[in-house]
């Protein structure tokens, strides 16, 4: 056989199996979008140093004053949201805090949480985000499981790092 057919025969084919891979892999994190994340499974991801993952919480950032006294833990940012996570009311751009906007990357794996883990609060979040994920039960669900939380302002991470989120 000319050599030049072989390779060009060779070639062909690693393309082909790329393509493949490619559009396989595309199925797997559409199919993995509709599958909500439990509270467990992300407690156990955010334990492991070697996966990035970003944790964005869209409930709303604080109360207002009227509100404070009334309000759950689970259904404002500033009361207590998951170490590490990222606040972004509503997935709106524009009521997220300046510190926070900088920190947010639409390409890295992201889990969404919001109050209760509402379907349609994540359809709406999930346009910004390339590979994304709910939260089933939302924080609800975190804080059910008595699961580490924070409170108060989002503080931007320290510059360095390694570790796990937890």
Same mark, same amino acid.
């Given at each position: ?11 062909g084919?690693i ?6 891979v490619?559009?396989y892999?595309?199925k ?12 467990e499974q992300?407690?156990?991801l955010m334990?492991?140093?070697k996966i990035?993952l970003?944790? @964005? ?6 109360? /207002?004053?009227e509100? =404070? &006294?009334?309000? %759950?833990?689970?259904q404002f *940012? ?7 996570? @990222? ?5 709106d751009? /524009?009521k997220?805090p =300046? &510190?926070?906007? %900088?920190?947010?990357n639409? *390409? ?8 209760n883990?509402?379907p349609?609060v ?6 910004y985000f390339?590979?994304v ?5 939302g ?11 924070e409170?108060d302002e989002y503080?931007?991470?320290k ?7 937890l």
């Amino acid at each position: 056989m000319n050599p030049r057919l072989e390779r060009a025969i060779y070639f062909g084919i690693i393309g082909i199996l790329a393509i493949m891979v490619l559009v396989y892999g595309k199925k797997i994190v559409k199919l993995q979008e509709q599958i909500p994340l439990t509270a467990e499974q992300l407690y156990e991801l955010m334990q492991n140093p070697k996966i990035t993952l970003q944790v @964005i919480d869209v409930r709303p950032y604080e109360p /207002s004053e009227e509100e =404070e &006294d009334d309000a %759950e833990d689970y259904q404002f *940012y500033t009361l207590a949201h998951i170490p590490g996570a @990222i606040p972004m009311p509503m997935c709106d751009l /524009s009521k997220t805090p =300046e &510190d926070a906007k %900088e920190h947010i990357n639409f *390409y890295l794996p992201t889990v969404i949480i919001s109050e209760n883990g509402d379907p349609k609060v994540f359809e709406k979040c999930k346009k910004y985000f390339k590979i994304v994920r709910n939260l089933k039960g939302g924080m609800q669900a975190w804080l059910d499981n008595d699961y580490p939380t924070e409170e108060d302002e989002y503080v931007p991470p320290k510059a360095g790092g390694g570790g796990g989120c937890l």
